[in-house]
């Protein structure tokens, strides 16, 4: 895997602050304790603190290394209240609500992200997805070149039977249902950035469809290559091609066959999907049948990392998207 190995050795360079909220969840102990043995992180568990030691103890793992907080009697969480209170004040909150919410690890972690006492956050292994991404937007807030949040996943191809070899993002797979030409471009904007980021190297996007090169006519058709068109416009230079179907897309000797000049020659690492239900299945197709390793869900568009895992999540998993926020962290501080 040698995609992620290089995040893990990015990650263990520059190791970041990364909170996690469900500290008294074992695999959350489990990782945290992998993540500071592996170097990529140092970590802040959120919880009563009584409960997260005793755990570990019972688990045989040592968390010297790593920070303890409880929310509900932090030195800080006046001052975290405060904030929250001044955010969102005109959306109705009072001193004492913020006061309360303060008290729940999500959003004590996401404070620490965005007041800078942490550089990421990495929480759902008990929380929601909604509540996950509510609590990031409304604390951390978008970065300013995105209008929305959207996901994707590092899906990992390293089988001596995939063709595709290496890092691929698949987006978005997690979280936008049924985007329109305009989200469907800012999907692809940030699922770009994400590649150039990760996987180190220049995006080939590919805006998937069922038709290539207009041989099908239909309205989920014309959003696909309107959403393109937009993404030219506003990144001229960019590797991209829509509409194309997911064959054209990977395999050269299709592309050059079904497409005329194309940008991604069949060698596309940026798949976006359009809508939900076709990411949602083409990632479960990937990752099932074909074998691939399917990290995340990943968040993109925050103006600061703060990821989202399964609750089904394994202890592999939770220190994956330690090291990638890691990685997702530097570039914001940059």
Do not use: W
Request: glycine fraction near 8%.
């Amino acid at each position: 895997m040698k995609a992620l190995n290089n995040i893990f050795k990015r990650a263990s360079e520059a190791p970041r602050h990364i909170v996690l909220a469900e500290g008294e969840d074992p695999r959350i102990i489990e990782a945290a304790q992998e993540a500071t043995n592996r170097g990529v992180a140092t970590i802040v568990l959120l919880g009563n603190v009584a409960t997260i030691n005793a755990k570990a103890e019972a688990l045989g793992i040592s968390l010297d290394s790593v920070t303890l907080i409880d929310p509900s009697d932090s030195p800080k969480a006046g001052r975290y209240a405060a904030n929250l209170f001044e955010m969102r004040k005109a959306k109705g909150m009072t001193e004492e609500k913020a006061a309360e919410l303060i008290k729940d690890p999500l959003y004590y972690a996401q404070m620490m992200v965005h007041l800078g006492d942490a550089d990421g956050s990495v929480n759902g292994a008990v929380y929601t997805t909604g509540d996950v991404v509510r609590s990031a937007i409304q604390i951390i807030g978008m970065d300013k070149s995105a209008s929305m949040v959207s996901s994707f996943f590092l899906m990992m191809l390293c089988q001596p039977f995939h063709d595709l070899k290496g890092g691929v993002i698949f987006s978005d797979c997690g979280l936008v249902i049924d985007p329109d030409s305009e989200q469907l471009a800012q999907i692809a904007l940030s699922a770009a950035y994400s590649a150039k980021t990760l996987l180190n190297e220049e995006p080939r996007v590919a805006m998937l469809s069922f038709s290539t090169s207009g041989s099908a006519k239909h309205a989920s058709v014309d959003k696909v290559v309107s959403a393109t068109e937009k993404v030219k416009a506003i990144t001229p230079e960019l590797a991209i091609d829509g509409d194309i179907q997911l064959d054209a897309a990977i395999v050269a000797a299709i592309s050059e066959k079904k497409v005329e000049n194309p940008a991604t020659h069949g060698r596309a690492n940026v798949l976006v999907f359009p809508n939900l239900e076709a990411g949602n299945i083409g990632y479960k197709l990937a990752e099932r049948i074909g074998k691939a390793d399917a990290i995340g869900p990943i968040l993109q568009g925050l103006r600061k990392p703060a990821n989202d895992l399964s609750r089904g999540c394994g202890i592999n998993d939770i220190v994956n998207v330690i090291a990638i926020t890691v990685v997702q962290s530097q570039t914001c501080l940059l």
